[in-house]
């Protein structure tokens, strides 16, 4: 089984996202474990304070070095682990081909930054990868953690079924998925294109490949190689 361990001084953050959907029967069928860890619990002043003014000056707090090396020490005791990775806007974008490698781990401590940053003697002594996911900023790691978790967990083999198989996913194999289709086959005058209601299988497997070639040229031509 997979273990995450998520380090955040608002751990309410990610309570939500992972007792859902995918990711809950997940951890109901036994294929990972999530646990939320408040940093606030590993702070050693009588204060509680897990961040500091920065030397050198400047506005904004920097998270101390001893919360999180406590924290993450103690986790180190009950097992070893294969990554320790800092969720922070500077560090690899995010992509399919990371989530699908991180996948194949078995166990990794996430590290949520808040503040102007944390201490980088964290990052220079413990954090193994750096990640981001994508050109903007967010108030803290905890969201882009939740990003992370949940694309890498749907890849634990077991985890998806049949019908929900990350094999036709946009990205999986580099490109974007083609269009889908319900019931009603007509509405509003809106019709379902023929080909899909044909019963047509291999006409259909090239009408879907040929509209995936389409999606991705028009709207992401970076992904085509
Ligand atoms: Cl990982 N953290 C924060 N605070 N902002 C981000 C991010 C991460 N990735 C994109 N923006």
């Not at 089984?1 to 007792?19: A, E, T, Y």
């Not at 707090?61 to 922070?88: G, N």
């Not at 990350?166 to 319900?182: E, I, N, R």
Request: with cysteine.
């Amino acid at each position: 089984m997979m273990q995450i361990d998520i380090i955040s001084v608002v751990p309410d953050l990610l309570q939500g996202p992972f007792s859902h959907s995918i990711l809950k029967r997940a951890h109901d069928k036994g294929l990972v474990n999530i646990d939320v860890h408040n940093l606030r619990d590993y702070a050693y002043n009588k204060h509680k304070s897990v961040d500091d003014y920065q030397y050198g000056g400047g506005s904004g707090m920097v998270m101390m070095i001893e919360p999180f090396a406590a924290c993450i020490e103690s986790l180190q005791e009950k097992r070893s682990y294969d990554e320790i990775i800092f969720m922070t806007p500077d560090g690899v974008t995010l992509n399919q081909s990371i989530s699908n490698e991180l996948s194949l781990r078995q166990s990794f401590i996430i590290l949520c930054g808040h503040y102007k940053g944390i201490d980088q003697r964290i990052r220079d002594h413990f954090v193994t990868r750096e990640i981001s996911i994508g050109d903007y900023v967010l108030s803290g790691g905890e969201l882009a953690a939740a990003v992370l978790a949940d694309s890498v967990v749907r890849l634990i083999p077991g985890v998806l079924s049949d019908e929900t198989s990350a094999l036709s996913d946009s990205f999986q194999d580099g490109m974007l998925s083609a269009p889908v289709y319900t019931r009603p086959a007509e509405f509003r005058g809106m019709k379902v294109p023929d080909i899909l209601l044909s019963g047509n299988t291999p006409e259909i497997e090239k009408w879907r490949f040929e509209q995936s070639i389409l999606r991705t040229q028009e709207r992401r031509p970076d992904l085509m190689k």
